[in-house]
């Protein structure tokens, strides 16, 4: 009965430990939680978290036979590690002063983005060399031109980086 007693002791001292830690690191980069928090507010406002759970409801598995199958799978083990390998990256982009206002101001406007997208899709203007020309003196479009054209840049250059074909 004692052994026991000490394996449920270490258990909670270990689960103390985690806890421990990361209220610590949550309280040493508090700028990251912030804005952490903000995007777990932004997502739950826009309703993607109950997305994302009724999905990962309707796709749990429901038998033990079942779980057995997707452990033992490499290709499910292989997709978590990627994913796995991802999260670091985000959270990096996302601490980042400048990344993580880009992200926000692009996430918070996201909804006049798309319906200024789809209205064009749905609607689409006939453009005329001397109508283009004209756009290029306005100052919003010329803006949204370079960041594309540094963003396709900075893109190509990332992807030549990538081993492969």
């Known amino acids: 009965m004692e052994k026991m007693d000490i394996e449920q002791k270490q258990d909670v001292t270990e689960d103390k430990d985690v806890v421990e830690e990361l209220l610590k ?39 033990s036979a079942l779980v057995k199958e997707i452990g033992s799978s490499e290709e499910i083990l292989s997709s978590i590690s990627k994913v796995g390998n991802l999260v670091p990256s985000i959270l990096y982009a996302a601490s980042l002063e400048s990344s993580s206002d880009a ?3 692009i996430l918070y406007n996201s909804d006049a983005i798309f319906k200024s997208m789809i209205s064009g899709a749905k609607n689409p203007e006939q453009f005329s060399l001397f109508k283009l020309l004209a756009l290029l003196k306005d100052k919003e479009f010329t803006k949204g031109l370079t960041a594309l054209v540094n963003f396709v840049t900075a893109l190509g250059k990332a992807l030549s980086k990538v081993s492969g074909e």
């Open 25 to 63: 690191f949550f309280l040493e980069n508090k700028d990251v939680s912030f804005q952490f928090l903000d995007l777990l507010n932004s997502l739950k406002d826009s309703g993607a978290i109950e997305d994302f759970a009724a999905f990962a409801r309707s796709v749990m598995p429901s038998s």
């Open 103 to 105: 992200l926000k101001a």
